[in-house]
């Protein structure tokens, strides 16, 4: 520590006080505790200061565990009425813009000492506690208690600050689909939200019962509502009231759904199948809307900050002559957004909404391709952000490289071109699959391409980032990316060593050397995992017999090539054990911790992955075998035995923390070709 740091504590006495200015509360802690005692689009003011409260508190409760001063009596630290009431003080303050910037800064004159923490916003604040915190020596690499370091020292210094943080990517977050939510309306959990904060993530949905809004604002988060929910803003089955009798909608108005080419309408109760609705229909369109104004201005998404829509999963569009005459599938989507976008600024200037909704519009499928036709007339581009989403993308090359033509290069020409399309004044929003649902928790690593990936993102005008299918719990080794994400979000050119560094020794103390090892050589085992789950599997379902026959996955070739080969990865997988040996000598001589992670959360999903590898490519040479010969007994024997492992291995299990919407209750289930098995055995 320098010669010049300022001392916090030392010896059970704490020498700087903390100030908040809280005019409309009688302390911090009572602020903090009022996030569900207002309304926080109403009252800006009150929830500026409940969230302001919360960071202030947060900083002085840290402190105090720091110096093992676990009660925060009013001595330690204590709340000051004043900046100056004190030699020494904490001043923690912020403007209420929705910005997420802030600056630390030591202020010193020949009377007092001031540490002063300025947030652009109540969540630039928080932020900025944390960073603080850290510079103490505190992490929040992953989940709950058994993620976080926080040191003890009874003699607390902070060299002299000067820190002006500004993101890079103002959203940085995740999308927690409606449909993935628990049967009790959950979907995240505490321990993943104090995440999110400690790590500056600030997108999340409302209606998650885990945890009110006004929790979830005060920890600085976005919230926005909606998702693939036109079958509930045009249910098919809902009755039409007496005036038809009691009709269905479906029988009333088949209009108002998509035709498909068969020349039958498609009336979806779900967001999986069916054609889209009829969205040049202008009834419909006007109903949808009158159902989204009516939740978001008196229903479930009163609390909401902006809008998401998503068309149907794998939908087809509707080709009545109308629709399939105004454009393509991306002209006719960008058409809904704008009736969507002009009715909600309706809405608000006539005192229906109290707030301008921005509104989400998620391009996947068809809508990936660039518009054909000039956009509607006065296209509300600072209104509307455009959400690219990246599914089925590889993750053994970055998303810039040129060299994957299968995957990557188309989706990056198209990216590029919206980027084009999309004004500086307007917002694009990559959404990335990091675990896809075809992935189901495997422990892909992003280590070799999640900055490169960030810093294209960047470059192609992207200024938000949204993760897809965040596991609830049990990240395993998926916690290393996550945690680069969060801070490469906030600043893609921080050193990526540096980063990897902090995790390994904080998570791992005597034993990281050897684990960052063994996730490297996972990295590389399961880097092609895309090839595997979509070509390999979509393969083996056609009943296909040459099942490595795609530029990615090929059966045998150089090692160390990209992506590698699958005789590569296989012998990665079986030599994972020898890398164990020298953690396991160790582990004895761990803190409980340590040892909790590498073999209570580590250890089972690597064999999952192993038990998923081996199940395919046993699977491979069953489907190549003639059944009755000698060789058909000893694979058939060999791919039953994986199947078993996999079947023993239910997603209900602590150790696997399954995140996917699709009723997967075991490994062999979400290895996508049980069925294949089943039929190979018979």
Known sequence: MPENAWTLAKDDQTFFGIYVDLPDFSDPETAEAAFDE???LEQPEFGRQCALAHAAVELRRILCRIVELDDCTPENFPWLNAPDERDCAIVVECENSDWDGYRIRSEMDEERRTIRIAGKSPAGALYACYHLLELLGCRWCGLGFRGEQVPLTFDLQLPLLDFDESPTFKTRGFWPAPETFNQNGQRGNYDLFEWMAHNRM???CVGDTAASPGYLRQRGMHLTCGGRIFHQLLPPESDCGPEHAGRAEREVHPEWYGLGEDGERSFPDGPFWGANFCTTNEDAVQFAVERALHRLAAGDWQQADSLSLWMQKDGEWCACDRCTSSGSPTDRFLQLAHDFRNALDDATKTGRLNRDVPVY??????TLDPPSRPLPVG??????????VLNGRCYAHSISDTACTEYNKALHDKLRTWSDVIPRTGDLCILENH?????????LLLTSHLQADIRAFAASGATRLLSQHVPRHNWGQKTLNYYLLSRVLWNPEQPLNVLLDDYFESLYADTAPHVRKLYEVLERALCNLTAWKFDFVERAKRGETKLFASEHLQFEGPDGQTPPTVSETMGLLIDYARYMDPILEMLDEQETQVQWRIMQVDFPSVEYAQ???????ALSRALNTQQGSEEWEQV?????????????QAFADPALGSSSFMAWETAIQASLLEEVYRKCKE
Not at 379 to 388: A, L
Not at 611 to 617: A, G, K, R, S
Not at 636 to 646: F, K, M, P, V
């Open 38 to 40: 207002f309304d926080w």
């Open 202 to 204: 600030n997108f999340w």
């Open 361 to 366: 519009i998620t391009l996947e499928g068809k």
């Open 379 to 388: 296209f509300d581009f600072e209104k509307t952000v455009i959400v690219f």
């Open 435 to 443: 675990n896809h649902e075809r992935f189901h928790d495997l422990p």
């Open 611 to 617: 038990n998923t590898f081996f199940f395919y490519e």
């Open 636 to 648: 058939s024997e060999e791919i039953e035995g994986w199947a078993q492992c996999l079947e023993e």
